[in-house]
C-alpha cells in the first residue's frame, strides 16, 4: 500500500535523527521536513557557526512522479537573515557529473490547524562550481509547503 507521507517522513527521519556537535553550538540553523508545492518530499537539516561559516548537514529532495532526479548532498553553504534562509548543496546529475544547487527557504511558523505555512523554492538550475550562498532577502519569495515544518535559527 503506498503512504504518500512515508517518503518524506523517512527523509525527515534520516536527515534530522541526530544533531551534530556544530548544530548543539551557538550558530545559524535550518531544519525542516514535508512534501512542496510541486510535490517534492524533501528533508534537511543545515548548520553553520553564526557568520555562515563552516556550513555542515545533508539534504534530500525527491519528486514522486519522477519528473526529475532527486536533489540530494551535503550543505556547502548557508545563509540565514531572520526568518529566511539560502542552503546550498553539492549534487550529481544521473549521469554523475557534479553540480552545485541552492534553496530558498522561509520559516512563517509551525502550521496553523495543521496546514503548513512555511516556504520553499530552488534557485537557478544549479552551477558547475560552488557559489557562495544567495541573499536570502534578495529571492522574493518561495511556494508555500502541502505540509511540513521548516525551522530557521538566526544565530
Known amino acids: 500500500m503506498f503512504r504518500p507521507y512515508g517518503l518524506a517522513a523517512a527523509c525527515a527521519t534520516i536527515v534530522l535523527a541526530a544533531p551534530s556537535a556544530a548544530l548543539a553550538a551557538a550558530g545559524d540553523s535550518v531544519t525542516g ?70 534553496f530558498f527557504i522561509r520559516d512563517n511558523g509551525d502550521p496553523v490547524g495543521g496546514v503548513a505555512v512555511d516556504e520553499l523554492r530552488e534557485i537557478g538550475s544549479g552551477s558547475a562550481t560552488p557559489l557562495p550562498c544567495a541573499d536570502p532577502a534578495e529571492q522574493g519569495s518561495g511556494l508555500i509547503l502541502q505540509q511540513g515544518n521548516i525551522v530557521i535559527r538566526d544565530a
Not at 557568520?51 to 519528473?67: D, L, Q, R, W
Not at 548557508?78 to 541552492?102: C, E, F, H, K, W
Open 33 to 102: 521536513g514535508g512534501i512542496s508545492a510541486v510535490d517534492t518530499r524533501f528533508g534537511f537539516n543545515a548548520h553553520s557557526n553564526a557568520n555562515g561559516g563552516e556550513p555542515g548537514g545533508y539534504a534530500v529532495f525527491k519528486t514522486v512522479n519522477g519528473t526529475s532526479a532527486a536533489r540530494k548532498g551535503e550543505v556547502t553553504c548557508l545563509r540565514v537573515s531572520g526568518n529566511m534562509a539560502v542552503i546550498g548543496i553539492q549534487d550529481y546529475t544521473t549521469d554523475g557529473t557534479l553540480v552545485y544547487r541552492q
